[in-house]
Each structure stands twice: as C-alpha cells, then as structure tokens.
C-alpha cells in the first residue's frame, strides 16, 4: 500500500489517499498512514458506482484508490476507497455537498460517504425464531464493540420466558423484544413493518419465516439472513441433516441478503469447516452453529464497512 500526498483540485481538504488493490483494502478502524502526526485527522469511506470512465478522470477530482470494471454486461465500474482529512477543515455536511456534486459530474447511480468515527452507527432490528445461538452471540458482539450497530429490538414467532437469558439480558440494556404469535402472514409483516421502519437494515438470525415479496418492497431496504448450509447446496430447511445424511467432508454457513426467491439472493460470506465419519449429528450440528455465528457476525461487519458491493441481479464483490 502507498500513500499519495496530493491535494485534489475539487476536494481540497483530503490529506491522505490510500492506493491498493481490492482485495488489501483495510477496513474500518485501521489507521491508512501510522505517521500522520495530527490526532485530529480522521478517515472516510468512499463508494462509488458509475458508468465506465477514464480512470485518471476520477482521479483528478478525488485520488480514488482503485476502480474496477465488472464487465460489459452492465457496464459499470466500482470506485472505493478511504481518505484521512481534518474534520475542522472539511465539516461532514460540506463533505456530503461536495460528493454530490462529484456523483453529479460523473453521473453515479451511487455514491455513499461514511465517516466511522463521527457518523451514528448502523440501526438494526433482528429477527429471530427459537434457536438462540446466532442471537445471543449478536449481542454479545454488540456488547463487546465488536459490530458497529445499534440494536433497536428483537422480533421473534417464539415465545421467550422471563427468567432466560435472551431476557434477562434484553432487560439489562433496555432493548425491546416483540413476540408476535402465529397469525395471518399479511398481519405479522405488518407489525413487523411497524417496528422496522426507522431501521437501516435487518437481520435475520436463524429466523424460520419466509418473508415475502411484498414485505421485502415496502421495507426497501437490505435484510441480511444466515443459511445453516453452504448454498447452492442444502437449501430449505435442515441442512445440516441433509448435508449428514449425504456423507459430506465439508459443512458450511451462509450469509447473504434476502430477495424473493428462498434461500437465493445475492452471498455476502461464506465459511467451511472439515468434518468426517467420527462426528454424530450432534458435532456435526455443533460445528455447523458455530460456523454460522462466525460467519453472519463478518458479514454484518463487512456490510457496515461498506465492503459489500452488490452488482448485476445476484453477484457482489466483498474485500
């Protein structure tokens, strides 16, 4: 990696670029020049999706670090990056008023800015149903700092007491949990809908309900789920079971979002581990939870980083 000190012609206030390739962008939170001596710099996050340019062109009003081309079928380039600055002389609204008018100049049908360290953190709702393994370690993540979201409440179609640790812990940080019973599909979502809608995304953490088409259009947003099975392979319900009783040497977990189509949308991360003919469905299914908390934990990660870029109907690039 290497670090250009130049001064953009149309984004003055950018002190710090960093050029690499996709695949050794740092992610949030690491530092893109350890001897920059002001405390008060801070870093950015920059995506940017346009139609095909001369990569210099990009270059010249922002030192983006890297532009990638997805091929001709839809003709689109990808630009993403960080940049340190100083927040006293670049203010974060003018910075949004000055990317604008970047994704204006090259027609973008995307440009997002993220400032990890001055803007609020990701709002999130998770659903879930009775398994409680990928929930409880959500929490735990958020409690510990290790994903950048807020939760705002649980939703679940099971029924928790109020002596077990789900609650007790719920509780404890005064986040909501909303047990919506079996009923008519139209009337839940419709409650879910209710709950989700000042949230920036959801997800779904072993949530055995089907979310329809139409739930999916009036959200409007991303709904990330994790698939206890390394799809395509096993989709549908009991994947582990139909992975053991197919004798496989490799389990797996799934995270990727939610589109109409069961267990089909777009993969953020996939994870795998080596089983063989000594383990019994119970450390086959062990092995299997354990894959799946890991894994949904780095895709919501990668999602909050802005290091998942959807593209063409059902295809990303994630670095």
Same mark, same amino acid.
């Given at each position: ?5 130049? &001064? ?15 695949? *050794? ?22 995506? @940017?999706?346009?139609? %095909? ?11 983006? @670090? ?12 990808? !630009? %993403?990056? #960080?940049? %340190? ?19 204006? /100049? ?45 939760? *705002?409440? /649980? /939703? ?39 709950? $989700? ?12 309900? &089907? ?7 009036? !959200?409007?947003?991303? &709904? ?23 004798? %496989? ?33 119970? *450390? ?7 894959? #799946? ?9 990668? !999602?909050?980083?802005?290091? $998942?870029?959807? !593209?063409?109907?059902?295809?990303? &690039?994630? @670095?």
């Amino acid at each position: 990696m290497s670090i250009f000190r130049r &001064v953009s012609s149309s984004l003055p206030h950018v002190t710090g670029i960093a050029k690499r390739s996709i695949k *050794s962008l740092r992610i949030t939170g690491e530092s893109l020049d350890s001897s920059t001596p002001s405390p008060s710099l801070t870093h950015g996050i920059h995506v @940017f999706h346009c139609p %095909v340019i001369p990569p210099l062109s990009l270059h010249k009003h922002i030192h983006t @670090f890297e532009h990638n081309s997805l091929g001709p079928k839809n003709w689109l380039s990808l !630009y %993403v990056g #960080e940049f %340190v600055f100083d927040p006293a002389k670049w203010p974060r609204v003018q910075m949004d008023e000055d990317f604008l008018k970047l994704s204006k /100049i090259f027609n973008a049908t995307k440009s997002v800015v993220r400032v990890p360290d001055l803007d609020p953190k990701f709002k999130i709702a998770v659903l879930a149903s009775k398994q409680d393994h990928c929930l409880v370690d959500l929490l735990h993540g958020w409690q510990d700092g290790r994903l950048p979201v807020n939760i *705002s409440c /649980i /939703i679940s179609n099971h029924e928790r007491g109020p002596n077990t640790h789900v609650i007790r812990f719920l509780e404890r940080h005064g986040i909501p949990y909303h047990h919506l019973g079996t009923s008519k599909e139209s009337k839940i979502e419709e409650e879910i809908l209710g709950l $989700v809608q000042d949230t920036d995304f959801l997800v779904l953490a072993r949530y055995m309900q &089907v979310l329809s088409g139409s739930f999916l259009n009036n !959200y409007g947003k991303d &709904v990330i789920n994790i698939h206890h099975g390394l799809l395509p392979s096993f989709k549908g319900g009991n994947p582990s079971r139909q992975a053991f009783v197919a004798g %496989v040497k490799l389990i797996g977990a799934t995270s990727h979002f939610v589109t109409e189509e069961l267990d089909a949308g777009p993969i953020i991360e996939q994870m795998v581990e080596r089983v063989s003919h000594r383990d019994n469905l119970r *450390s086959f299914v062990q092995k299997s939870e354990n894959l #799946e908390k890991q894994c949904l934990t780095k895709a919501i990660r990668s !999602y909050c980083e802005l290091r $998942v870029l959807p !593209y063409e109907d059902n295809r990303t &690039v994630v @670095f």
